[in-house]
């Protein structure tokens, strides 16, 4: 079973449908976007799966320890958690000469706290739940096995490569990479895999619109000549929490058709 958290997004809702795909239950967590997590928990029932919605503000560590264990209860009845994906998070655009402790704070507690504590409440329900193998509900991106599981961040290229009034949000993510690698480390021991994902541009509703010499910009950057798809992104953290990622931890997986290969001058 996988928890994916901000699963209302466009990104998160990608995201979960891969995992439904593969045949894992899914754990669908928003914060107000309630409407747009049925719409995705309705699409996994449709084709056949299974899915949930829980509502929790990851801001509050309290919160991300309440999400888990009801998602790690859920899933009792279709299989262990074995996967969560690190998705929620903000991204307002603010110089930084006149940004706040405050503001500050609002992107790195949404962004980087939510990380830790979810990761941290994850990691101990992964390593004391047992299980023997090939759980109901798995499938590839159920991440099955014995014990552990895996856990994936979403990170950004932004990590390494800041965008002005991004200062905030770029050095959240550069944590968040970090938080993986620092991770991986400390939760192998309980075969609990932790990695990133650092998309690049990923199309929206309305992002053409909103911010067209950006996205031309980048599509004249991206190799394969296309913005990313939500689903891209998904395929990703199915890869890295399916078997054939098992000697895989502590990784950054750049998801971006090849912009930051590109020279800068």
Sequence with gaps: MALITGAS??????????????GAAVAL?????????REVES?????????????????????????????????GGVGRLTALVNNA????????????????????DADLTSVFACTQAAAEVMRDQ??????????????GGARGGSITHIASVEAGLPSPGHAHYSAAKAAVVMHARAAAGEYGPYGIRVNSVSPGLI??????????????????????????RPEDVGDACVFLASPLASWITGHDLVVDGGATARPTW
């Design 89 to 108: 998070g903000v991204q307002p655009v603010q110089p930084l000469p006149g940004m706040t402790v405050a503001d500050w704070r609002e992107v790195v």
């Design 29 to 37: 967590h928003c914060r107000t976007g309630v409407e747009a997590a």
């Design 9 to 22: 997004g466009g990104l998160g809702r990608g995201i979960a449908l891969r995992f439904a795909q593969e």
């Design 203 to 228: 199309e929206r509703e309305g992002l053409a619109e909103a911010w067209p010499e950006g996205v031309e910009r980048w599509r004249a950057a991206v190799a394969v000549g296309r913005l990313g």
């Design 43 to 75: 699409l996994v029932r449709e084709a056949g799966g299974r899915a949930i919605v829980l509502r929790a503000d990851l801001t509050v560590e309290e919160e991300c320890r309440r999400l888990v264990r009801e998602a790690a209860e859920w899933g």
């Design 130 to 143: 047992g299980g023997s193998g090939g759980e109901s509900g798995g499938g590839r991106g159920g991440g």
